[in-house]
């Protein structure tokens, strides 16, 4: 039996970078069912613009702008280390490079749901 495939195309402006980035993370939260939470996207999107969020002043920073304690942060990055969106590259931790993308640019997102 063949399938029919239903196709959607939704377009959306974001003014800033990290706008872009958090939709980015919260679009693959829900499709993988991570049940990340709003400042765990956050947090993702700001490190995966930044590079990494190993560095003091760069934990300091996210701190500062989204009124976060530094023991919230050190346990956020631990449960995202342990579902695999942070990793450790060395003696930083980053972001998956898979799910890593230049938030500079337009993102067109392809998701396709199939059936068994």
Known sequence: ME????AQK???SFAETMQVAEMYYNVL???NNLKLTHREIQLVAFAAIRG???YANIRKE???QYSSSSASI???ISRLKKIGVFVKDG???KVNPAIVLNFENNIVLQITLKHG
């Open 62 to 64: 996210f701190c500062e």
């Open 10 to 12: 939704l377009n959306r």
């Open 52 to 54: 990494n969020i190993s």
């Open 74 to 76: 050190n346990n956020i």
């Open 3 to 6: 399938r029919k495939i239903t």
């Open 29 to 31: 939260s829900a499709v």
């Open 91 to 93: 003696t930083k931790v």
